[in-house]
């Protein structure tokens, strides 16, 4: 996910090692500067906490939400939605100390209203897309990480990785997993790790490894590929015309290697391929989420769509279409970014498909079980 408002498995999430985080989906608590003591209460309740009762329809949401503190809208949204976790953008970052405040009051509220934590996310994959611009020493573009070779990814990544625990952030939306190819590299750029799959392949799995051995989740994206798009989906529907079995291998091969690296989330490309499905992107078709992605790679970890905040998806389907097609394609996560407004709609919409049909409420707790295998680790981090 990229622009002015918007950034935005493997075999389960991998041994946290190095720094330890400050604080985890169900560990934050005081709601105040002097809240020292309440926090503490809090940590040591555990795992107590999560099991108290909590709506489980939200759980599939990640939420966008403006300002730098947590505000009667954020308050009423964690309250309302009960989502599974939120997005931070540069408009939710003044300072590091400010941040962790933020964290530390929406973790206490959920803790407190929902009987659990919620998980934070956030896109650092350096250059033009890092939401924590000012807060810390600036992430190379990936381009310019490939090209100085795999020790810098490597070191880069692991910078990434301490610097979002360092806040009491779980996931990190990269890396970008598309190929650097014409026409698509017109508005990726330098987002893109390089043109050869085999070298995207190899710098994705260490930017995926460092992250996940520091404790960070990773997201492989944008699946399965947007190296050949010339449209960016923030503002248009991308139709892939030009993709046919014979020309997919090459821009699979980084996401095969990262689902056999263990990544713990692959992100959907809001782009048509009407090779798999003539009728709906990637992000709601179930014979890409499903067939190829789960079937055909063997990818068990968390399936996220990108924003559905973008135009490629808001200015086509209802918030009732997408949450049924959703469901089917196999999402895990509905990532609503742009609009604090949209969130409620269309968490009545995702209710009422799981109500009205029992495959799609199969689909929804099945979706719960693994986000919870994915990112439920998470919670132990103190």
Same mark, same amino acid.
């Given at each position: ?11 389960g999430? *991998? ?6 985080a400050? !604080?985890?989906?169900?560990?934050g ?13 809090? !940590?040591?309740?555990?795992f107590?906490?999560?099991?108290r009762?909590?709506?489980?329809i939200?759980?599939q949401l ?9 505000? *009667? ?7 309302a ?7 931070l953008?540069?408009r ?12 530390d009051?929406?973790q ?28 810390f ?22 910078? @990434?990785?301490?610097?979002?625990r360092s806040?009491?952030?779980?996931i ?7 190929? *650097? ?11 893109c ?7 995207? @392949?190899?710098?994705g ?7 996940q051995?520091r404790?960070? %989740? ?9 190296g050949?798009?010339a449209?960016?989906p ?11 079995? @014979?020309?997919?291998p090459?821009?699979l ?12 989330a692959v992100? %959907?490309?809001?782009a ?9 992107? *990637? ?17 068990t ?16 389907y ?48 099945? @979706?719960?079980? !693994?986000l919870?295998?994915?990112?439920g ?6």
């Open positions: 996910m990229a622009g002015a408002w918007s950034p935005v498995a493997g075999s999430p *991998a041994r946290v090692s190095g720094l330890e400050r !604080r985890g989906p169900d560990a608590t005081g709601r105040g500067k002097n809240s020292g003591t309440n926090r503490r209460r809090h !940590r040591r309740r555990g107590a906490l999560m099991s009762p909590a709506g489980d939200g759980r990640f939420i966008g939400f403006p300002g730098t503190e947590l505000s *009667a809208g954020l308050d009423h949204l964690i309250r939605v009960a989502p599974g976790g939120i997005v953008f540069q939710n970052v003044e300072s590091a100390p400010r941040v962790r405040d933020l964290l009051q929406a206490a509220l959920a803790g407190e209203h929902l009987g659990r934590g919620l998980w934070v996310a956030i896109d650092q994959e350096g250059g033009r897309v890092q939401r924590l611009r000012g807060l020493e600036p992430l190379p573009a990936a381009r310019e990480l490939a090209a100085a070779g795999p020790g810098a990814v490597a070191q880069y990544a692991g910078l @990434a990785a301490d610097q979002l806040l009491g952030i779980h990190n939306f990269a890396p970008v997993l598309d190929l *650097a190819t014409e026409p698509g590299i017109g508005f990726l750029q330098d987002r790790l390089a043109a050869d799959p085999e070298d995207v @392949a190899l710098l799995q260490i930017w995926i490894r460092t992250l051995d404790g960070i %989740s990773a997201t492989a994206k944008h699946f399965p590929g947007l050949l798009a449209l960016d923030h503002h248009h529907l991308p139709v892939l015309e030009t993709y046919r079995e @014979a020309q997919m090459p821009h091969i980084p996401f095969e290697r990262a689902v056999a690296a263990g990544v713990h992100m %959907s490309s809001h048509l391929y009407p090779f798999w499905d003539p009728d709906h992107p *990637a992000t709601l078709a179930a014979t890409v989420g499903r067939d190829l992605l789960r079937r055909r790679m063997g990818f970890g968390a399936y996220l769509s990108d924003d559905l905040d973008m135009a490629a998806i808001r200015r086509r209802s918030d009732a279409e997408v949450a049924r097609l959703g469901l089917a394609a196999g999402l895990d996560a509905f990532l609503l970014c742009q609009d604090p407004e949209h969130c409620e709609p269309f968490l009545k919409a995702l209710a009422d498909a799981v109500k009205s049909d029992g495959r799609l409420a199969a689909h929804h707790q099945a @979706a719960i079980a !693994r919870e295998r994915s990112f680790f998470h919670r132990q981090r103190r």
